[in-house]
């Protein structure tokens, strides 16, 4: 009985001391399964910075492309540009012959005109009409005057319009046209040349106009004058 009891001691003696290395092992083992598992996530992480890096470059180069100056503005649109689409500033200067931006090219045209269109004095017209019908003419005088210089430039105008759009057209492929700014800067210097051209065509209208008037102007002074001397005794 005793010598039974004393294998049983044993046995659990042995069972225990052979119970600490298995547990260590299986420590050491899920410790080496979690080293594993940290270094996966570890290079996962490296991979994510590389590819934020990556996206954080990309962003900075699209900065870069929309920011900028390529000169667009200035392109055939300088002040001395301006200066030479310019022409009176009111319709009054247009009448007495005063150019806004460009008193040589206007004074050329004014003369230009005056040999095409001879006229009488007026003192060689009043020798044969009232004072009435002088002061008609001298005003019919001034507003065709005016109205030819004014649609002489707009015409020298087109061709100049058309190298500008032509310059600006061929710039779509060249040098300075690197990037998404500047191709928004050479499309607004194209909105801007056809803003130009627009102006041109509202001057002509408000000339055509200021002709219609005068000529619905003249009939009312005509009529004026018809009823006045009518109403002279006989």
């Given amino acids: 009985m005793k010598r039974f009891g004393l294998l049983i001691l044993l046995g659990l003696s042995v069972g225990h001391v052979h119970a600490s290395p298995i547990s260590d092992g299986l420590i050491i083992t899920r410790l080496g399964q979690q080293l594993v598992e940290l270094k996966k996530q570890m290079d996962l992480l490296k991979d994510s910075k590389a ?14 492309f929309n ?18 689409r310019q022409g009176s500033d009111t319709w009054e200067e247009a009448l007495n012959n005063v150019a806004g931006g460009n008193t040589e090219r206007y004074a050329s045209l004014v003369q230009a005109y005056e040999r095409a269109h001879p006229t009488l004095s007026d003192e060689e017209y009043k020798r044969g009409a009232s004072d009435a019908r002088l002061a008609m003419y001298q005003q019919n005088k001034k507003v065709n005057k005016a109205a030819s210089v004014q649609t002489t430039t707009a015409f020298n105008q087109v061709n100049k319009h058309l190298a500008a759009v032509h310059t600006l057209s061929k710039q779509i492929e060249g040098e300075k046209n690197k990037n998404t700014k500047s191709a928004i800067d050479l499309n607004t210097r194209l909105l801007v040349e056809m803003a130009y051209i627009q102006t041109d065509l509202f001057k002509l209208q408000a000339v055509v106009n200021q002709q219609i008037i005068q000529t619905e102007a003249n009939e009312i002074a005509e009529d004026s004058e018809a009823a006045r001397f009518n109403q002279l005794p006989k």
Avoid at 51 to 64: F, P
Avoid at 67 to 84: A, H, I, V
């Fill in 51 to 64: 590819i934020a890096d990556n996206q954080l470059g990309k962003l900075n180069e699209l900065s870069h």
């Fill in 67 to 84: 920011s900028g100056s390529y000169g667009f503005g200035d392109l055939q649109n300088k002040l001395d540009d301006l200066t030479r």
